[in-house]
């Protein structure tokens, strides 16, 4: 479902800068992301013109020169897309619908003529805040808190709207129109879908930490790039743990193609302008994927310098996740509390960092009853809840588990205290360890 709800941004010229702030999101919904709708009105004072890819590719860069979308409570601001492109962004479209963006002058779904005289260039362009459906990221979509907090900034940037076609001028303002993709889902904080820019002198570069969905060097198709071999590994659980062994860009666009394009078809293949280096397989768990800083490292020299663009899930922090509760209850007007699901036994140790955190007032049976972080409007102080049910019965555990003096007594109750502290959002890292003050309140709490 899409809702406009009146929500526009207007670009007068070159280096023209416009702000639009999600404070009129709409409510009881999760979003699946934004659409962008770009109108741009052009004169053609030469003859008919049938747009190409490059050409596309080159207006987006041109019309949306920078795109920066701010997420975060307060106190915990962040660049979900982190001076991306208008083209990252259509990367992320192919990616989650595994096909091209709808443009008026290119693309099978139009590919119309740049008529002579006046006419509109237009192209939409679906921006997900969550992992494409292969990865079942349903329910990670953030909620109407967390979304009202975000502020979209474009800049457009110089020359013709095509660059190379000096007959093509603009022939007035450019707008982008700026529809939510809404499905019925809870209030809930989830970690964004990113793009995170990274260059390197040297032959390795190393992503953020969260977790790595796709990554890719940009702007030189797998056909004729000049990298050869390399490893990707992820800081996980302390040492780097291999992803990958050696590998050779033709075999990872091969596993590409077999996973992710449909029939093969070019157009379905981000390959044809990037080259993918890694990237998970269709239908993959994203509860046991490794979380943790991704590692790419050429076998030689072969790119100078390394650029690369992740698509990640940003981990959650102790001090965001209590931004995150304070934040809620100042919306709220008044008390709530913030829990998430805990990971099932088999899941990776830093899957906590990546959960949906649930937002419940008061009037919700489930404010008393589940273990989270409690912040009320008006107050700083955050503060760990833990209903008494839980903690009798860890501490039952405990007291049997000295009493036995066996290791699977420890066991248990060592898996009844993890159960209770993933639950809480923030206790721990993308190793898995328990770290910073929301799980030494959530230790005192349960007496360990």
């Not at 109108?39 to 049938?50: D, E, F």
């Not at 004729?224 to 996980?236: H, K, M, P, Q, Y």
């Not at 698509?311 to 007007?333: F, I, N, Q």
């Given at each position: 479902?899409?809702?406009?709800?009146?929500?526009?941004?207007?670009?007068?010229?070159?280096?023209?800068?416009?702000?639009?702030?999600?404070?009129?999101?709409?409510?009881?919904?999760?979003?699946?992301?934004?659409?962008?709708?770009?109108?741009?009105?052009?004169?053609?004072?030469?003859?008919?013109?049938?747009?190409?890819?490059?050409?596309?590719?080159?207006?987006?860069?041109?019309?949306?020169?920078?795109?920066?979308?701010?997420?975060?409570?307060v106190g915990?601001?962040?660049?979900?897309w982190?001076?991306?492109?208008?083209?990252?962004?259509?990367?992320?479209?192919?990616?989650?619908?595994?096909?091209?963006?709808?443009c008026?002058?290119f693309?099978?779904?139009?590919?119309g003529?740049?008529?002579?005289?006046a006419?509109?260039?237009?192209?939409?362009?679906?921006?997900?805040?969550?992992?494409?459906?292969?990865?079942?990221?349903?329910?990670?979509?953030?909620?109407?808190?967390?979304?009202?907090?975000?502020?979209?900034?474009?800049?457009?940037?110089?020359?013709?709207?095509?660059?190379?076609?000096?007959?093509?001028?603009?022939?007035g303002?450019?707008?982008?129109?700026?529809?939510f993709?809404?499905?019925?889902?809870?209030?809930?904080?989830?970690?964004?879908?990113?793009?995170q820019?990274?260059?390197?002198?040297?032959?390795?570069?190393?992503?953020?930490?969260?977790?790595?969905?796709?990554a890719?060097?940009?702007?030189?198709?797998?056909?004729?790039?000049?990298?050869?071999?390399?490893?990707?590994n992820?800081?996980?659980?302390?040492?780097?743990?291999?992803?990958?062994d050696?590998?050779?860009?033709?075999?990872?666009?091969?596993?590409?193609?077999?996973?992710?394009?449909?029939q093969?078809?070019?157009?379905?293949?981000?390959?044809?302008?990037?080259?993918?280096?890694?990237?998970?397989?269709?239908?993959?768990?994203?509860?046991?994927?490794?979380?943790?800083?991704?590692?790419?490292?050429?076998?030689?020299?072969?790119?100078?310098?390394?650029?690369?663009?992740?698509?990640?899930?940003?981990?959650?922090?102790?001090?965001?996740a209590?931004?995150?509760?304070?934040?809620?209850?100042?919306?709220?007007g008044?008390?709530?509390?913030?829990?998430?699901?805990?990971?099932?036994?088999?899941?990776?140790?830093?899957?906590?960092?990546?959960?949906?955190?649930?937002?419940?007032?008061?009037?919700?049976?489930?404010f008393?009853?589940?273990?989270?972080?409690?912040?009320s409007?008006?107050?700083?102080v955050?503060?760990?809840?833990?209903?008494?049910?839980?903690?009798?019965?860890?501490?039952?555990?405990?007291?049997?588990?000295?009493?036995?003096?066996?290791?699977?007594?420890?066991?248990v109750?060592?898996?009844?205290?993890?159960?209770?502290?993933?639950?809480?959002?923030?206790?721990?890292?993308?190793k898995?360890?328990?770290?910073?003050?929301?799980?030494?309140?959530?230790?005192?709490?349960?007496?360990?």
């Amino acid at each position: 479902m899409g809702q406009i709800l009146g929500n526009m941004l207007r670009l007068a010229g070159t280096g023209a800068t416009d702000v639009l702030k999600f404070d009129s999101a709409p409510p009881d919904v999760g979003f699946l992301g934004v659409r962008l709708n770009l109108t741009v009105p052009v004169n053609n004072a030469g003859a008919g013109y049938t747009g190409l890819q490059t050409d596309l590719v080159a207006f987006l860069k041109r019309m949306l020169s920078v795109v920066v979308l701010e997420e975060g409570p307060v106190g915990q601001r962040m660049n979900v897309w982190n001076a991306a492109d208008g083209n990252d962004l259509r990367t992320l479209h192919r990616i989650h619908y595994q096909n091209e963006i709808i443009c008026s002058f290119f693309g099978p779904q139009t590919g119309g003529q740049i008529g002579a005289g006046a006419s509109n260039l237009t192209a939409t362009i679906f921006c997900p805040f969550v992992p494409p459906p292969f990865y079942k990221g349903a329910r990670r979509l953030p909620g109407t808190t967390q979304v009202r907090q975000m502020v979209l900034r474009v800049v457009e940037g110089a020359g013709n709207p095509i660059p190379g076609q000096a007959t093509i001028t603009r022939n007035g303002l450019a707008t982008i129109e700026v529809e939510f993709v809404t499905m019925p889902g809870p209030d809930q904080w989830s970690p964004v879908l990113s793009i995170q820019r990274e260059s390197s002198p040297r032959r390795d570069a190393t992503g953020p930490d969260g977790l790595t969905l796709i990554a890719w060097v940009p702007d030189s198709a797998a056909s004729g790039s000049a990298l050869t071999a390399f490893t990707i590994n992820v800081l996980d659980g302390g040492p780097w743990i291999k992803v990958t062994d050696l590998q050779i860009v033709s075999r990872v666009w091969r596993m590409w193609q077999d996973e992710m394009v449909d029939q093969g078809a070019t157009v379905n293949d981000i390959n044809d302008e990037h080259t993918v280096v890694h990237f998970l397989p269709f239908g993959a768990d994203l509860d046991l994927q490794p979380h943790g800083a991704l590692r790419f490292e050429e076998a030689k020299s072969d790119l100078s310098p390394v650029n690369l663009r992740f698509a990640y899930l940003p981990a959650r922090t102790p001090a965001r996740a209590k931004a995150e509760a304070k934040t809620s209850a100042l919306a709220a007007g008044g008390s709530v509390l913030l829990t998430q699901q805990p990971a099932g036994e088999d899941a990776d140790p830093g899957l906590a960092t990546t959960l949906p955190a649930r937002v419940f007032t008061p009037s919700d049976a489930r404010f008393t009853t589940k273990p989270g972080l409690l912040a009320s409007a008006g107050s700083d102080v955050v503060t760990v809840s833990i209903p008494s049910r839980f903690t009798s019965a860890i501490a039952q555990q405990a007291k049997d588990a000295a009493k036995d003096g066996s290791a699977v007594a420890r066991d248990v109750a060592r898996r009844g205290s993890k159960v209770v502290v993933l639950a809480i959002p923030g206790t721990t890292n993308t190793k898995g360890d328990w770290v910073g003050d929301v799980a030494d309140m959530a230790a005192k709490a349960l007496g360990s």
